[in-house]
């Protein structure tokens, strides 16, 4: 029996944002019939873009690869108490991280050691790199926070528009081959992931062309590892103390400038694989705006997850889908744009988050009553 006024376990993580996501598909429904189109057509051609082939399921498998690095980043500063917006910056400047030590000392592991010795230990160089570049980019405003007083919001954005100035700087004049028009580096091909069909090649099989890749894996291990992290260790124990209320996680003994800043820390290094993913396993060189929004994203993928892993894998594949079928959906339908499927993402976004609590005094009056 549940306290008066609290939802069963399933109602609360399972129903309300079934609601949630119904409501917010039938707002973005009426908005396709407001442009003149058919919303049945557009959600079946949606749904048949992304799940209708392998190709399909490959490229959603894809886009939430990025989205659940991107949404674990949000996640555990959302358990601190804290809103990371900086993940679009963090994601970014990690590039620096992945890129570099295959473009510095790639070439000359390779001169010594054999190819299949050599990419791995570049490669593994390479993770740690863009872990804690994006970290330290995640520490950074955490520690403002932390000993100044700075509020993490104010100071992250500021990052992210710090950040797009650096990368353009670094790209353009550091890595950027001399004679070179296009504002990007040279190839990495010394830390080079391959991606499913390249490997399926290998073997002989023969599968849809797609950047999926073996680091969807490494972000399901993210995701595990990020469950583990929060309810079965004491830093994650003192993670929610300090979100749940911070004066009281003081007086416990918990310190918590240094938890801020431990979290923030972690928080960026998770928007760092990103980069490690979409550097080294799709663009195989360091190039501009690589990051596309998945920074952004990945809030209401935290949002929509309800800031649990499980939630967040979830919610990464429902904004894959999102993106692969609104990439079918624009060719199949030239009136409905990319536009128009940041609109639905942004319904989305705000009836999951914002208006989350819309049906919830409802659904308690009623199991009151049934209880009663």
Not at 187 to 203: K, Q, S, T, V
Not at 256 to 280: D, Q, R, V, Y
């Amino acid at each position: 029996m549940s306290a008066r006024g609290e939802l069963p376990t399933w109602v609360d993580i399972g129903l309300i944002p079934l609601l949630n996501l119904t409501i917010a598909f039938i707002v973005a429904g009426l908005v396709v019939v407001v442009i003149g189109e058919n919303p049945f057509r557009a959600l079946v051609i949606m749904l048949d873009g992304a799940l209708g082939s392998l190709k399909g399921w490959s490229y959603m498998f894809y886009y939430a690869t990025n989205f659940i690095f991107t949404g674990l980043c949000v996640a555990i500063a959302f358990h601190a108490g804290l809103f990371n917006i900086g993940g679009e910056g963090q994601a970014y400047v990690a590039g620096l991280g992945a890129a570099t030590p295959g473009l510095v000392i790639g070439g000359a592991l390779a001169s010594v050691l054999p190819g299949t010795v050599s990419t791995p230990i570049t490669l593994l160089i390479c993770l740690v790199c863009s872990f804690l570049v994006g970290g330290f980019w995640g520490w950074f405003p955490g520690y403002l926070q932390a000993k100044r007083g700075s509020h993490i919001v104010i100071t992250t954005i500021m990052l992210n528009y710090i950040t797009s100035s650096l990368m353009v700087y670094m790209i353009n004049m550091v890595f950027r081959p001399v004679g070179k028009m296009a504002v990007e580096s040279r190839g990495i091909d010394d830390a080079y992931i391959m991606n499913f069909r390249e490997m399926a090649r290998l073997i002989g099989v023969k599968i849809p062309a797609t950047p999926l890749g073996p680091v969807l894996f490494l972000a399901l291990f993210s995701a595990w590892a990020i469950w583990y992290l929060l309810w079965r260790t004491r830093l994650g124990y003192e993670i929610r103390a300090v979100g749940a209320n911070m004066e009281a996680s003081l007086y416990a003994g918990i310190k918590p400038a240094k938890i801020i800043m431990i979290t923030m820390a972690i928080s960026g290094g998770l928007a760092g694989l990103m980069a490690f993913h979409e550097i080294l396993g799709t663009q195989h060189r360091l190039v501009l705006e690589y990051v596309q929004g998945a920074g952004f994203v990945g809030i209401g993928v935290a949002l929509m997850g309800r800031s649990h892993p499980v939630g967040i894998v979830l919610a990464a594949l429902l904004f894959g889908l999102l993106y692969q079928g609104g990439t079918e959906l624009s060719f199949a339908i030239p009136t409905i744009s990319r536009d128009m499927v940041v609109v639905i993402q942004g319904l989305v976004i705000l009836f999951m988050g914002a208006l989350e609590q819309t049906f919830r005094p409802y659904l308690s009056a009623i199991f009151a009553k049934m209880e009663d």
